[in-house]
């Protein structure tokens, strides 16, 4: 009898397995990793690339780190939500389940996987900042970046996995993660640099939600005008809890089989079709 693999192994396995399935959808892969390139390339040429008097730094040095943050959360929130969601209703989640596959190892596989995406991305965006823009990475504040990286891509996949769990379909996840993530970017200013004309209540509003404290401080560690090690503890508890409640919703709320009603839709489908 052989041996069964470690869980480390079959991680490892899952997670490249997930990776490989990532690049094999050409239209995932483009919105994910070159979509806010795109932005932040036009943002660079639009505005140009002297320095600011809302931010003191140029507009590549600003939108370079706050594009890698879309990026990053592309990758993770909306990314895992719809994936996710869109295997549950082709029953693939389902046949996982009834696989020698952990269960708990397969879903970390696809989290790690959506992590090293978004490095991959935020390593593309900095890249093409620092050689074609003069974007300056501070060696001082590196420390704090990655922890906020961190901290903000574990939390946005909580959360896009939350959104899984709650939506009643791929088509749902989608509208879900679109209706969520876009406006609050403009909110939160990523797309948009938030200045002192900035009405309150946006400020106020964005604050209650995440990915304003993701932006912020990643931002922030690119900034030469930032003091000290750029440490926003603030923003990483917050994000933290947010990260925590995500976790506990999603596993009380997770369902492995699709709806029954979709199921059955499905195999009508499927038996249309042959029968065609």
Same mark, same amino acid.
């Given at each position: 009898?052989?041996?069964?693999?470690?869980?480390?192994?079959?991680?490892?396995?899952?997670?490249?397995?997930?990776?490989?399935?990532?690049?094999?959808?050409?239209?995932a892969a483009f919105f994910t990793l070159f979509f806010p390139l795109m932005i932040f390339l036009?943002?660079?040429?639009?505005?140009?690339n002297s320095t600011s008097g809302v931010t003191g730094v140029t507009a590549a040095q600003y939108y370079a780190p706050a594009m890698a943050v879309f =990026? @990053? %959360? !592309?990758?993770?929130?909306?990314?895992l939500a719809v994936t996710t969601a869109y295997q549950r209703d082709l029953g693939i989640l389902k046949r996982v389940r009834g696989t020698p596959l952990p269960s708990s190892i397969y879903m970390v596989a696809k989290i790690v996987a959506a992590t090293l995406i978004a490095a991959l991305a935020v390593g593309i965006m900095?890249?093409?900042?620092?050689?074609?823009?003069?974007?300056?990475?501070?060696?001082?504040?590196i420390l704090s970046a990655t922890v906020t990286f961190g901290v903000g891509v574990a939390t946005f996949a909580a959360?896009?996995?939350?959104? =899984? @769990? %709650? !939506?009643?379909?791929?088509?749902?996840?989608?509208?879900?993660t679109n209706a969520t993530l876009l406006p609050l970017a403009f909110f939160s200013g990523i797309f948009i640099i938030p200045t002192a004309d900035t009405p309150s209540w946006i400020e106020t509003f964005s604050r209650i939600f995440p990915l304003k404290h993701f932006v912020e401080p990643f931002v922030a560690a690119f900034n030469p005008e930032t003091v000290g090690a750029g440490w926003d503890w603030a923003s990483i508890l917050y994000m933290s809890l947010w990260g925590v409640v995500a976790v506990i919703l999603a596993i009380r709320y997770f369902k492995w089989s699709p709806p029954q009603g979709r199921e059955v839709r499905r195999r009508g489908r499927q038996s249309a079709s042959v029968d065609t």
């Amino acid at each position: 009898m052989s041996e069964r693999p470690s869980n480390r192994s079959l991680l490892q396995i899952q997670s490249a397995y997930q990776l490989r399935m990532f690049f094999r959808s050409p239209m995932a892969a483009f919105f994910t990793l070159f979509f806010p390139l795109m932005i932040f390339l036009v943002f660079s040429l639009v505005f140009g690339n002297s320095t600011s008097g809302v931010t003191g730094v140029t507009a590549a040095q600003y939108y370079a780190p706050a594009m890698a943050v879309f =990026a @990053a %959360v !592309s990758a993770t929130y909306t990314n895992l939500a719809v994936t996710t969601a869109y295997q549950r209703d082709l029953g693939i989640l389902k046949r996982v389940r009834g696989t020698p596959l952990p269960s708990s190892i397969y879903m970390v596989a696809k989290i790690v996987a959506a992590t090293l995406i978004a490095a991959l991305a935020v390593g593309i965006m900095m890249t093409i900042g620092v050689v074609f823009y003069g974007v300056q990475i501070f060696a001082a504040t590196i420390l704090s970046a990655t922890v906020t990286f961190g901290v903000g891509v574990a939390t946005f996949a909580a959360l896009g996995l939350l959104v =899984a @769990a %709650v !939506s009643s379909s791929g088509e749902a996840a989608t509208s879900i993660t679109n209706a969520t993530l876009l406006p609050l970017a403009f909110f939160s200013g990523i797309f948009i640099i938030p200045t002192a004309d900035t009405p309150s209540w946006i400020e106020t509003f964005s604050r209650i939600f995440p990915l304003k404290h993701f932006v912020e401080p990643f931002v922030a560690a690119f900034n030469p005008e930032t003091v000290g090690a750029g440490w926003d503890w603030a923003s990483i508890l917050y994000m933290s809890l947010w990260g925590v409640v995500a976790v506990i919703l999603a596993i009380r709320y997770f369902k492995w089989s699709p709806p029954q009603g979709r199921e059955v839709r499905r195999r009508g489908r499927q038996s249309a079709s042959v029968d065609t």
